[in-house]
Nanobody, 127 residues
């Protein structure tokens, strides 16, 4: 059974940092690209960052470039999202997801193209 379990969310002041983790099981983690998406109430799920399998090339949505860093540890079957200088607009439920399909370098796939999803972890940013 495939499982993606996110952790690391919480309440942080604006300007602060959080590190999200997504622990994967039930599939060959190293062979799959991993992504982070976020969703706020009433809005569509937004792609935040992805990291490819193989060379681990990252991609980011423009609004988080320079503040967020995605990484993966294939030995631990875990993908991370280091979030620095958090802003109020980063408040959301963050989900990790995976895909075996390729995608354009530097891009983030549409949410509908992802295969498996975690239940999410909540990030709240106070002003």
């Amino acid at each position: 059974e495939v499982q993606l379990v996110e952790s690391g969310g919480g309440l942080v002041q604006a300007g602060g940092s959080l590190r999200l983790s997504c622990a994967a099981s039930g599939f060959t983690f190293a062979d799959w690209a991993m992504c982070w998406y976020r969703q706020t109430q009433g809005k569509e799920r937004e792609g935040v960052s992805c990291i490819t399998s193989g060379d681990g090339a990252p991609s980011y949505v423009e609004s988080v470039k320079g503040r967020f860093t995605i990484s993966r540890d294939n030995a631990r079957d875990t993908v991370y999202l280091q979030m620095n200088n958090l802003k109020h607009e980063d408040k959301a439920v963050y989900h990790c997801a995976d895909t075996y399909a390729g995608f354009l370098a530097g891009s983030i796939p549409n949410a509908g193209d992802m295969t498996y999803w975690g239940k999410g972890t909540t990030v709240t940013v106070s002003s």
